[in-house]
């Protein structure tokens, strides 16, 4: 195996990462790279000689090697594993992998090879777990400086930060050419689901959302109102917001928003602010070892 970590400042999150290896080791080889830049990561990835990928992190460390595995013409033939070991670790859990860094490794060795969808988009980008637009995305922009004391108790202080300052963006937004927001009535958030949760397990963007489905499940909510605002944000914390009259949900393959200037929220990964987004799905485009009892394997 071919372990994946980034430079660690915590002796805590180090050690945690010697325990994994130590797993590891006891079913074959194990090869540690420590990756800072994406020159190390092409470096690990042409070294990589057919061994299974085992990406030590969170959303953002997996985002980033997908999409570079995607962009190399690789992810389909790249049998990957993922150690759970970021602040929100969102897709391990909608998943079923252990947040455990040492159960993770346990069940890596005995899963099942799994072919996974990926949502790709129109800037050469991909999302593993979910992206979002709008309130959600100011939500992370908030909770960001935060996230390195605070942790997972970022996420939702964030959240209420961004509920108080969102007002709604004029978005047009279109799923498989139909149209959903025509640009007229402001929506607080689009959200694209590949796995259920966000905010390190604090919401449940997407409570129907499955990584083998080759469909994308899509929330368009209208919720601007300052109460409305805080139903949705309350709504969205149980996975209840689709039953809401101001959400649409539904699901695609293809997504299209343009309009207001707003940021983008991959995988906890931030960009923009741009003007138009297209995103949709590339069934089984990647493969991650999932535990034999992954509600995603059943």
Not at 10 to 20: I, L, M, P
Not at 56 to 70: E, F, I, K, N, Q
Not at 217 to 234: E, H, I, N
Not at 236 to 250: C, E, K
């Amino acid at each position: 195996m071919l372990v994946l970590t980034n430079e660690l400042a915590g002796r805590t999150e180090a050690d945690a990462v010697q325990r994994v290896v130590d797993v590891l080791s006891t079913a074959g080889r194990v090869e540690r790279v420590t990756c800072s830049s994406a020159e190390d990561l092409d470096r690990a990835l042409d070294a990589r000689a057919g061994r299974t990928l085992v990406v030590v992190g969170g959303d953002g460390s997996l985002h980033t090697t997908v999409r570079r595995l995607w962009q190399r013409g690789e992810a389909a033939d790249c049998v990957c594993g993922l150690i759970p070991l970021g602040t929100g670790n969102d897709f391990a859990r909608g998943v079923g992998i252990p947040l455990d860094p040492q159960e993770a490794a346990h069940a890596l060795m005995t899963g099942v090879t799994t072919p996974l969808d990926l949502v790709v988009d129109d800037a050469d980008g991909v999302v593993v777990n979910a992206v979002h637009v709008g309130a959600g995305a100011e939500a992370a922009l908030a909770a960001r400086p935060l996230k390195p004391w605070l942790k997972i108790a970022a996420f939702p202080i964030g959240a209420f930060v961004a509920g108080l300052r969102a007002k709604g963006w004029r978005l047009r937004v279109h799923v498989d050419g139909h149209r959903v927001a025509s640009g007229r009535r402001p929506v607080l958030m689009v959200g694209v689901s590949n796995a259920p949760s966000i905010a390190g397990g604090t919401a449940t963007l997407g409570p129907a959302a499955s990584p083998v489905d080759g469909r994308l499940d899509v929330t368009v909510s209208f919720a601007t109102g300052p109460l409305a605002r805080v139903g949705y944000a309350l709504a969205l914390r149980r996975g209840a917001h689709p039953a809401r009259t101001d959400v649409h949900q539904l699901t695609g393959r293809e997504i299209a928003v343009t309009g207001d200037a707003f940021w983008v929220n991959a995988d906890g990964e931030l960009t923009g602010p741009v003007t138009a987004r297209t995103w949709r799905v590339a069934p089984a485009a990647w493969r991650l070892v999932l535990p034999a009892d992954s509600p995603t394997t059943a």
